[in-house]
Structure formats: structure tokens, C-alpha cells
């Protein structure tokens, strides 16, 4: 069974902190996702990553295939990042592109 | 150009009645995902169209839900006999192609009384 877990399920942070989320996932994946969930908002895809390191202003991601592990970061955090942050896997097969999602973790950045 | 859109935005219906929830996906994209978000139970895969190819639907909970995709665009997922354990936020979300960027529409919050 495809199973995604992320660390922390909360966590506060005050503005300009630097932010760390990890995921971890047990079985072979094509490709790591991870989405940004704000309250009341739609779901935004930040990256998709199989391999290395993305980054996109002040998010990165990066993944280790070997260790089955991907994080996200959050340079000089800001109010504004204050969301649902949430890792997924998709795997290869007749499926391909299917998620398989994570518990998400609840970012909240104070000023 | 337009996202993803998905209609109604909202559904309140009585247990037992039938309801239908509609996504038009970005045009041209050829994949499309049906997605349940529930609060005990985060978000969780239902049904998967690829083009003309047979929809992936091992993650629709039981019988009473099906889906269809017409014209290889517009997707309606229609649940039947609607179950209180139904009341979620029902997302659809669509790729140019399989393990592409998915891009999501806003939802379709079903209250079911």
C-alpha cells in the first residue's frame, strides 16, 4: 500500500524564520508533488520533482530517491505562507499522474 | 486563459437523493482527476480519465458513485442514494498529460442532511 507521511502536522513559525516540512514516502515513485492549500482557498501546485532540487522564489524542494524522503523549504517566511502545505506521491504504471496524498501540515506564520 | 471550473461551488441535499457535480477541466488537457477532501480523512483519490483510454476508478468508495467524461472535456461525477459519510469537498484537477502539473478547480462542497 502507497503510504505518504509528513512532519511536522503543525507548525508555527514567526516571520523571517526559515521553514522546513518533510515527507516521506514507501514505494517507488515517477514523480513527489507538493501543494499549497490556503484557508478557505483552492489547491495550488508548487512543485513536481523526481529527482534533485526545484526552486521557485523562496520555496525549494528537494527530493532523495534513495531515502524515499523529499522536503520543502521556506526561506525568510512571511504571513502570507500561512497554509496547508501537502506532499503526494504519483507513481508509474497504467495510472500514471494518480495521487496519492500526505496528512498535510498547518503552517502558521505570526508577524 | 481559464482554469480549471467545477459547478456548483455548493450542494445541500437530503440522504437518499442523487447528486451530480461537474468539472470543466483547462481545454486541451487530456487528463483528468476526481479528488474527495473529507475532514477525518484528508484528501483521497477517486477516478482517473486519460484521454480515450479505459478511467482508472479504484478509488471510488462504493457503487453508488460514477463518473463520466464526455468528449474527452467536461466530467461529471454523480453520486446516487447520498450517504451523510458523502458530505466532503468534491475537486477535480487536470493535466496536459499523465504526471503532468495538476491544476485544480475550486471544489464543490456537498452537504449531504
Known amino acids: 500500500k502507497n503510504e505518504v507521511e509528513q512532519s511536522p502536522q503543525n507548525l508555527t513559525a514567526q516571520e523571517g524564520e526559515f521553514i522546513t516540512i518533510n515527507c516521506s514516502y514507501s514505494?517507488?515513485?515517477?514523480?513527489l508533488h507538493w501543494l499549497q492549500q490556503h484557508p478557505g482557498g483552492g489547491i495550488v501546485s508548487l512543485f513536481m520533482l523526481s529527482s534533485g532540487k526545484k526552486k521557485h522564489g523562496r520555496l525549494i524542494a528537494t527530493i532523495n530517491i534513495q531515502e524515499k524522503h523529499s522536503s520543502l523549504h521556506i526561506t525568510a517566511s512571511h504571513p502570507r505562507d500561512s497554509a496547508v502545505y501537502i506532499c503526494a506521491e504519483s507513481t508509474g504504471g497504467t495510472s500514471y499522474g494518480k495521487l496519492t496524498f500526505g496528512q498535510g501540515t498547518i503552517l502558521t506564520v505570526h508577524p | 486563459g481559464a482554469g480549471v471550473s467545477q459547478s456548483p461551488s455548493n450542494k445541500v441535499t437530503e440522504k437518499g437523493k442523487d447528486v451530480e457535480l461537474r468539472c470543466d477541466p483547462i481545454s486541451g488537457h487530456t487528463a483528468l482527476y476526481w479528488y474527495r477532501q473529507s475532514l477525518g480523512q484528508g484528501l483521497e483519490f477517486l477516478i482517473y480519465f486519460q484521454g480515450n483510454s479505459a478511467p482508472d476508478k479504484s478509488g471510488l468508495p462504493s457503487d453508488r458513485f460514477s463518473a463520466e467524461r464526455t468528449g474527452g472535456s467536461v466530467s461529471t461525477l454523480t453520486i446516487q442514494r447520498t450517504q451523510q459519510e458523502d458530505s466532503a469537498v468534491y475537486l477535480c484537477?487536470?493535466?496536459?498529460?499523465?504526471?503532468?502539473?495538476?491544476?485544480f478547480g475550486p471544489g464543490t462542497r456537498l452537504l449531504v442532511l
Open positions: 484537477a487536470s493535466s496536459s498529460g499523465g504526471g503532468e502539473t495538476q491544476y
Open positions: 514505494v517507488g515513485i515517477s514523480a
